[in-house]
């Protein structure tokens, strides 16, 4: 296969899986981690007008699928990619950090949520990712 038709395939696939990883989690937080009374987290609204509502411990599943989605995503980009692995397990790190930025114009969350998952969740995971995978493709000497 065209080397540059891989990495684009492994692009898109990093994003789909992860993007996946991240949608379950957040689905199943809920039920983890239940949200404030009232809240439908499915629900934009219901998110915007109650933000004030939640305490800390609401915000630890959000970093989570974050994170372990951009992990996941970039990780199988790099897997798959025919060369440039760790680019490519970047891009993924960039895409998820744009929707991460967005998101944060979207709801109000506090501003330490914010910058812990903006700082903590999108390139770090995406470079852990790309070493996980470069370490997994090196043969044993």
Known sequence: MNPTLRNVIAVIIGLVVGSGFNMGI??????????????????????????????????????????????VGAFLAAKIAAKYHFNMAMIIGLFFLLGGISSAFMLPAPTWFILVDVVFAYIPMAVLGARLAIKSNQQPE
């Not at 689905?27 to 629900?43: E, K, T």
């Not at 959000?62 to 992990?71: E, K, Q, R, S, V």
């Open 26 to 71: 957040i689905m199943v937080s809920g039920s983890i981690i239940p949200p404030p009374a009232g809240v439908d987290p499915a629900q934009i609204d219901s998110l915007v007008n109650n933000m004030y509502l939640f305490k800390p411990k609401h915000f630890i599943m959000p970093f989570l699928a974050h994170a372990i989605g951009t992990l």
